[in-house]
């Protein structure tokens, strides 16, 4: 979705005593990153973005690469964060339970946070940026534990369709947020559920000869 952009405020620069903390710099990137990606993005953007100029962009955080990763490594510490707080809170739950919180906390964090979400999922980042796939990793081995939990509660032995149950449940969740992201006129809680209802429908449906096929080629 296109979002107007800000004015011009080249002309109309801070004064030296208000100059932009690095928070407010990072800010300005991600909303611009988000808006443009990667490639579209400029120094002159964000600079006018933040109310500032290009040579404080490049004195705080050097050329674009580098304030696009340090961008990166910030959002990524943020939704880390969050999802491992959700984790947490769902520790003592019962499996369901657990998964609605896993789900919901990925389409919370794209409610609440579209501009972050939408930076973090950008193409450039799998080019660009390490955090984003350690917080794949992250997400995708709590989903393998939910997988492996629900296959031992239907006395079935996890093997290598664990994980490629996990990796499909990130992939849809995940794009889903990012559907959300994009789209104001989408509730992310409702969606959410939505996403849980499906993975959960997945989980009790799952065909046992189809598992059974994958972990005996694995």
């Given at each position: 979705?296109?979002?107007?952009?800000?004015?011009?405020?080249?002309?109309?620069?801070?004064?030296?005593?208000?100059?932009?903390?690095?928070?407010?710099?990072?800010?300005?990137?991600?909303?611009?990153?988000?808006?443009?990606?990667?490639?579209?993005?400029?120094?002159?953007?964000?600079?006018?973005?933040?109310?500032?100029?290009?040579?404080?962009?490049?004195?705080?955080?050097?050329?674009?690469?580098?304030?696009?990763?340090?961008?990166?490594?910030?959002?990524?510490?943020?939704?880390?964060?969050?999802?491992?707080?959700?984790?947490?809170?769902?520790?003592?739950?019962?499996?369901?339970?657990?998964?609605?919180?896993?789900?919901?906390?990925?389409?919370?964090?794209?409610?609440?946070?579209?501009?972050?979400?939408?930076?973090?999922?950008?193409?450039?980042?799998?080019?660009?940026?390490?955090?984003?796939?350690?917080?794949?990793?992250?997400?995708?081995?709590?989903?393998v534990d939910r997988v492996r939990e629900h296959l031992?509660?239907?006395?079935?032995?996890?093997?290598?369709?664990?994980?490629?149950?996990?990796?499909?449940?990130?992939?849809?969740?995940?794009?889903?947020?990012?559907?959300v992201s994009h789209s104001p006129g989408v509730d992310?809680?409702?969606?959410?559920?939505?996403?849980?209802?499906?993975?959960?429908?997945?989980?009790?449906?799952l065909d046992p000869a189809l598992l059974d096929r994958?972990?005996?080629?694995?």
């Amino acid at each position: 979705m296109s979002r107007p952009r800000s004015p011009d405020r080249s002309s109309t620069r801070r004064s030296p005593a208000a100059r932009p903390t690095d928070g407010e710099l990072l800010d300005a990137a991600r909303a611009v990153f988000a808006e443009r990606g990667y490639a579209q993005a400029t120094m002159d953007l964000i600079a006018a973005r933040a109310d500032s100029t290009k040579p404080t962009l490049y004195a705080h955080f050097g050329d674009k690469a580098a304030l696009f990763r340090a961008t990166v490594s910030r959002e990524v510490a943020a939704l880390r964060n969050w999802v491992l707080t959700a984790y947490e809170t769902a520790s003592a739950s019962p499996l369901e339970d657990r998964v609605r919180l896993a789900v919901m906390a990925m389409f919370r964090y794209a409610g609440a946070h579209p501009d972050s979400f939408r930076m973090l999922f950008d193409s450039a980042v799998d080019e660009m940026s390490d955090e984003r796939r350690a917080l794949a990793d992250t997400v995708t081995t709590h989903v393998v534990d939910r997988v492996r939990e629900h296959l031992l509660a239907h006395n079935r032995t996890p093997g290598p369709g664990a994980d490629l149950l996990a990796a499909m449940m990130v992939g849809l969740v995940g794009r889903a947020a990012m559907h959300v992201s994009h789209s104001p006129g989408v509730d992310p809680i409702a969606a959410g559920e939505l996403a849980t209802g499906f993975v959960m429908a997945a989980l009790r449906g799952l065909d046992p000869a189809l598992l059974d096929r994958v972990d005996a080629v694995g």
